[in-house]
């Protein structure tokens, strides 16, 4: 949503508008980890690779839940999001809502 934001609203292209918010959330990312690391002595590998093990019935249940939701989104606008992902102008002139479609996806 960050990078069509910035796509929509200024003159920089989606490429220039993905590197900004990849290293932006990066480098969140790295300060975030740093500062709990101070705190808690948390070993890095716990937030990259979680653990299996700890997953509980109920978060299991949670994912397959919005699995289907996506599945569900996803069989529903297939034909529209299709000739979006292809031909956007051609979208906008058929009628689509394509700023609507970008962000719902």
Known sequence: MAI???????????????????????ALGVT???VIQKDNKIDLNHFIFGNILGVT?????????????????VFLLYKELLFYT?????A????????RLNFDS
């Open 92 to 99: 906008q002139s058929a009628g689509l809502q394509v700023n």
């Open 57 to 73: 019935r109920d978060e299991v249940r949670d994912t397959a839940i919005i699995a289907a939701i996506v599945l569900i989104v």
């Open 32 to 34: 975030l980890i740093t």
């Open 86 to 90: 292809f031909d956007p102008l051609g």
């Open 4 to 26: 069509a934001a910035i796509k929509t609203r200024s003159p920089i292209k989606e490429d220039a508008a993905m590197g900004i918010i990849f290293s932006a959330f990066f």
